[in-house]
């Protein structure tokens, strides 16, 4: 089945522990991206990636880091977490059809939400 | 600021009826637009899209029209049915693979 596969779905944690939340895909998709879900705010992109080893900023990406190491995978770190970081977290992946990607449809992950405390 | 916009937060429809779900833009660079839906511990899923240079697209019960001038898409939903009870993101593509989406609309479908 194609998907988008984020892990963990929930976690607790505090201020300043580092954590990795992980997000794979299995459809051989060259774009993914990483969004954040908070209410009134509609989802706001934090990172994308067009390639391996080729990462960008969104609209939000302070306090994140990403690497895209293998074209399946794009991890999303927090290195020091605050609680203004608690939200739910979305990754999306999608082809890349030439210069202009059409419609370019994403496919999404299921979300993890994260508790900074 | 915020480049697309969603100013129902929700929307209640008795099943049968049709669902109208509205969204404003204010950047005119936008190639397509988007409608996204959410149920309740899922990602989104893809619904349907319309290029910027058409004004209507249909997939069976779903319809989205663009009206450029006044910078505003909808999203008709005939007839409505419980199952489409969830949120709808309204999302607009910026060239190259920019994404920028809407705060969503939740709709209720009652029966």
């Known amino acids: 089945e194609a998907q988008v596969t984020q892990n963990p779905r929930y976690l607790i944690t505090v201020t300043g522990k580092k954590l990795t939340v992980t997000c794979s895909q299995n459809m051989n998709h060259e774009y993914m991206s990483w969004y954040r879900q908070d209410p009134g705010l509609g989802l706001r992109q934090i990172y994308y990636?067009?390639?391996?080893?080729?990462?960008d900023k969104g609209d939000v990406p302070e306090g994140y880091k990403v690497s895209r190491k293998e074209k399946r995978n794009f991890p999303l770190i927090l290195e020091s977490p605050s609680p203004n970081q608690t939200s739910l977290y979305f990754c999306a992946s999608s082809l890349m059809i030439g210069v202009s990607s059409g419609a370019n449809v994403l496919t999404f992950g299921a979300g993890s939400r994260l508790t900074v405390l | 600021d915020q480049q697309v916009k969603q100013n129902s937060p929700s929307l209640s429809v008795q099943e049968g009826r049709i669902s109208i779900l509205n969204c404003d833009y204010t950047n005119s660079m936008f190639d397509y637009f988007l409608w996204y839906k959410k149920y309740p511990a899922e990602g989104p899923t893809f619904l349907i899209s319309?290029?910027?240079?058409?004004d209507k697209n249909e997939d069976g019960r779903f319809t989205v029209f663009l009206n450029k001038s006044a910078k505003h898409l909808s999203l008709h939903i005939v007839p409505s049915q419980p199952g489409d009870s969830a949120v709808y993101f309204c999302?607009?593509?910026?060239?190259?693979?920019?994404?920028?989406f809407g705060a969503g609309t939740r709709l209720f479908v009652k029966a």
């Open positions: 999302a607009a593509k910026l060239g190259g693979f920019k994404t920028i």
């Open positions: 319309i290029s910027s240079i058409k």
């Open positions: 990636s067009m390639n391996v080893e080729v990462t």
